[in-house]
């Protein structure tokens, strides 16, 4: 067992998706960043291509885009985070541009700002059309490679949390290392490519969640996993499935099966959509987005690749020409609103141990997202994050000698959770699931945290928001469900030594 000494004490930051960068900037002392790869690579932070919403715009205000956001999330938002993050969205725009975020402009000084879906007003600030999330993650690497206070630890991940007596006493990493400190912030990502082929990079797998969960923390909303539409439909590999945006919906595309027709409105909210063309394939057909002819005259022939060039880049990597063929699209899983429950400073239930970004569950998405909401909270709760442990005792850390813990495997059930636990779900299929996982989630963090989404899944017998039971019952089940592992009886808090 080798302690790395050197950083001893300092807060240790797993992931550097927007959250963690953010929270790392934020932070006024000296903080590790664990990072599975390269910077800005495989997080789902540099994929993002609507971009960042916040209410900035001159027809609009705050309230507005708080409505809006507890109209998406289904009776299920936690107000008070609503307020909190949503309130925060023109600060967040101000210090992205202090910190030199190339935000496309419209003249010299206002923002575009474009409409999406849910949204009432026009307000997700994006960069180069559909490179928002790259465009974003650029800017803030170039601020944490100036940084002589923050180190990141390329190629490392956190293993698991080390608690003593309840509190958060140090991190184990996947070197075998192990960093004493009593300021653990998970800033993971979700767990979207638990799934097959999900719009999430492959790191996205939920194993953070899993080491929170395992160290005690309570978890909240975990049934409600979104799933977007339009995917594109294509051999990857076993990689992820590239995402083409609603915003070829709304410029015009059509939704058609093989046999040239339309049998969906191609309007309708994302779960929707997503259930019309779960059913449709379900029925035998494949279906595809028709950008040649679309709704109302509005094709976009000729002009999908300078609307979408990133779009048309990946679909010309598989051999697709938007402009001349039909792109063959799927539902795919795209975010988790369910996570680590935290508080508006981000601390979850086990002290010393904090989570933001997707990895987290604040409250603010309810059953569902209002789309780019989640770069916003990203980065909010990121920052507020970094000001609570600012302001947090800095305490000596007294971890002496820890008993390495063994280590986890994290298997693939893919095909599993598609079938038990995807759009349409109903009891036997999450029995089925939560009876398969549940033996192996001791020793697996992907079984861990599928068990989990099925036995929440399983305990909401209605539909709501992105969870959509075909057996569900009338009878509304309007509260959220917050649980422990001991809750669900997949606890493993004190794992046996090696
Ligand atoms: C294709 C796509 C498009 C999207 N478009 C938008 C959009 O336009 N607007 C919007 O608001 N949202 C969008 N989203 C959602 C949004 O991108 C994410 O919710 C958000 O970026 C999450 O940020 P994060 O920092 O929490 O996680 P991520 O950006 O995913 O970063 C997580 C980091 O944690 C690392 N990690 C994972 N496990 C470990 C571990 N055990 N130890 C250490 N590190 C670990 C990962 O490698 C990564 O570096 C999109 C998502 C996808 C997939």
């Known amino acids: ?121 026009a307000r997700i600030a994006h960069v180069s059309g559909d490179s928002s999330g790259a465009g974003i993650m650029q800017a803030l690497i170039a601020q944490v490679r100036a940084s002589s206070r923050i180190v990141v630890l390329d190629g490392v991940t956190l293993d698991h949390i080390h608690v003593i007596e309840g509190r958060v006493r140090g991190v184990w990493l996947n070197t075998g290392q192990f960093i004493p400190t009593n300021h653990c ?55 992820r499935s590239p995402l083409i945006s609603e915003a070829v919906r709304g410029a015009g595309a059509v939704l058609i099966d093989e046999t040239g027709e339309r049998f969906t ?35 976009l022939k000729q002009v999908f690749s300078r609307q979408f060039p990133g779009i048309a880049r990946v679909c010309a990597q598989y051999g697709i020409d938007p402009d001349r063929m039909p792109i063959p699209v799927r539902p795919a899983v795209h975010y988790h609103m369910g996570g680590v429950a935290t508080d508006l400073h981000g601390r979850a239930s086990v002290p010393g141990l904090w989570a933001c970004g997707e990895v987290a569950c604040t409250g603010l998405h309810g059953a569902n997202r209002l789309a780019s909401n989640s770069l916003l909270e990203a980065f909010v709760m990121g920052r507020a994050v970094a000001w609570d442990v600012n302001n947090a005792a800095r305490d000596r850390h007294s971890c002496q000698n820890p008993i390495r813990p063994p280590r986890l495997s994290s298997a693939s059930f893919g095909p599993q959770m598609d079938r038990g636990a995807g759009i349409l779900r109903d009891r036997e299929g999450l029995q089925a699931l939560t009876s398969y996982l549940t033996p192996l989630a001791s020793r697996d963090d992907h079984a861990l945290v599928g068990a989990a989404i099925a036995s929440a899944a399983l305990r909401r017998r209605e539909s709501r928001g992105s969870h959509w039971r075909v057996d569900g019952e009338d009878s509304a089940c309007a509260g959220r469900f917050h649980f422990t592992l001991e809750d669900i009886g997949l606890q493993e808090r004190s794992l046996e030594p090696a």
């Open 1 to 121: 067992m080798m302690t790395l000494t050197r950083f001893a004490g300092w807060p240790v930051i797993a992931g550097a998706g927007l959250a963690g960068l953010s929270a790392a900037l934020h932070l006024d002392r000296p903080c590790v960043v664990l990072s599975p790869s390269p910077l800005g690579e495989d997080a789902a932070s540099a994929l993002a291509q609507g971009g960042l919403a916040a209410a900035i715009g001159n027809d609009d205000d705050v309230a507005l885009h708080m409505r809006d956001t507890i109209e998406a999330g289904d009776g299920l938002c936690d107000t008070r985070a609503v307020e909190a993050i949503i309130g925060a969205g023109p600060s967040a725009i101000a210090t992205l541009l202090d910190w030199g975020v190339a935000f496309t402009r419209k003249g010299e000084t206002d923002l575009d700002l474009h409409l999406e879906a849910a949204h009432s007003r």
């Open 265 to 299: 409105d191609e309007l309708h909210s994302r779960d929707r959509v997503s259930r019309a063309i779960a059913r449709h394939r379900l029925d035998g057909h494949r279906v595809f987005l028709d950008a040649r002819s679309g709704r109302g005259g509005k094709g």
């Open 185 to 239: 912030i998970l800033a993971c990502g979700g767990a979207g490519a638990l799934y097959v082929g999900a719009t999430s990079p492959s790191s996205n797998t939920g194993r953070g969640l899993a080491a929170a969960a395992r160290a005690g923390a309570r978890l909240a909303d975990m049934e409600f996993v979104q799933f977007h539409p339009t995917a594109l439909d294509v051999e990857t590999g076993g990689g």
